[in-house]
C-alpha cells in the first residue's frame, strides 16, 4: 500500500460546479497536510495547509483533514475555468535534523469546462 | 514566499552526457530540495541540500549519478550524470522556509535521447 493515494482523474466539470479532491494515507507519523496546484509545464505552487483535524477556508477553497480516518479533502466552489490544473495533495513528517520530509500524491487533473 | 528560479527551463541532451541544473532563490534558505517528476508518478524526492554540508540522498538515487552542490543559502545545483532516456524527466528544486511548507521552483524539462 503507497502512503499517500489520490485518485488521478482525470475530472471534468462545468463552470460554477463543487469540486471535491480527495486523499488517503496510511502513515501516522505526518504531522501537516498539503494542497498543490500545477498549471501546465510550471512547478507547484502551495495553494493551502493545515495541521490539525477540521475544515480550514481560503475564499472558494476549503481543506478538510480527517485524521482518525486518514483522510483529506479540497473543496472548490463556483469552479472557474482558471482552476483547471493537476492539484496535489502532500504531507509531511518530521525527517530528523530539524527537517520534515514531504510525500506527494498522484495529482489529480482537473478541467473546468465554461 | 521565495521567489525561485531554474535554469535550464528545458533541454534535450544526447544519452552518456550530463546537465547541470541550477537553481537560484531571491532570499537566504535553510533547506532546498531537488524532486523528479516523471508522467503520471507523484514527486519524488532525490535528495535534501543543507548549505555547509554533504547533500542527503533518498533511496535509490546516488551521488555519482546526481551529485549535488550547495555553495551558498541561495544557490545550488544538480548534475544528472552519464544520462539515459529513463532519466527524461521535470528536475524541481523546492526550498522550506517554515520546515513543513515547501516551495517549488517552475522545473527543468529534460529529454534525453
Known amino acids: 500500500q503507497k502512503e499517500v493515494e489520490q485518485d488521478p482523474g482525470p475530472l471534468s466539470v462545468p463552470e460554477g460546479a463543487i469540486v471535491s479532491l480527495n486523499c488517503t494515507y496510511s502513515?501516522?507519523?505526518?504531522?501537516?497536510f498539503m494542497w498543490y496546484r500545477q498549471y501546465s509545464r510550471k512547478g507547484p505552487e502551495l495553494l493551502m495547509y493545515?495541521?490539525?483535524?477540521g475544515n480550514k477556508e481560503d475564499g472558494r477553497f476549503t481543506a478538510q483533514v480527517d485524521k482518525s480516518s486518514k483522510y483529506i479533502s479540497l473543496f472548490i466552489r463556483d469552479s472557474q475555468p482558471s482552476d483547471s490544473a493537476t492539484y496535489l495533495c502532500?504531507?509531511?513528517?518530521?525527517?530528523?535534523?530539524?527537517?520534515?520530509?514531504?510525500?506527494f500524491g498522484k495529482g489529480t487533473k482537473l478541467s473546468v469546462i465554461p | 514566499s521565495a521567489v525561485i528560479s531554474q535554469k535550464p527551463s528545458r533541454d534535450i541532451c544526447q544519452r552518456g552526457t550530463s546537465l547541470t541544473i541550477q537553481c537560484q532563490v531571491d532570499s537566504q534558505v535553510t533547506m532546498m530540495f531537488w524532486y523528479r517528476q516523471q508522467p503520471g508518478q507523484s514527486l519524488t524526492l532525490i535528495a535534501t541540500?543543507?548549505?555547509?554540508?554533504?547533500?542527503?540522498?533518498e533511496s535509490g538515487f546516488v551521488i555519482d549519478k546526481f551529485p549535488i552542490s550547495r555553495p551558498n543559502l541561495t544557490f545550488s545545483t544538480l548534475t544528472v550524470s552519464n544520462m539515459s532516456p529513463e532519466d527524461s524527466s521535470i528536475y524541481l528544486c523546492s526550498v522550506s522556509d517554515r520546515n513543513y511548507e515547501q516551495y517549488f521552483g517552475p522545473g527543468t524539462r529534460l529529454t534525453v535521447t
Open positions: 502513515n501516522s507519523a505526518f504531522q501537516y
Open positions: 493545515t495541521y490539525s483535524s
Open positions: 541540500a543543507n548549505q555547509g554540508s554533504e547533500a542527503t540522498y
Open positions: 502532500a504531507m509531511s513528517a518530521y525527517s530528523g535534523a530539524g527537517s520534515y520530509q514531504l510525500t
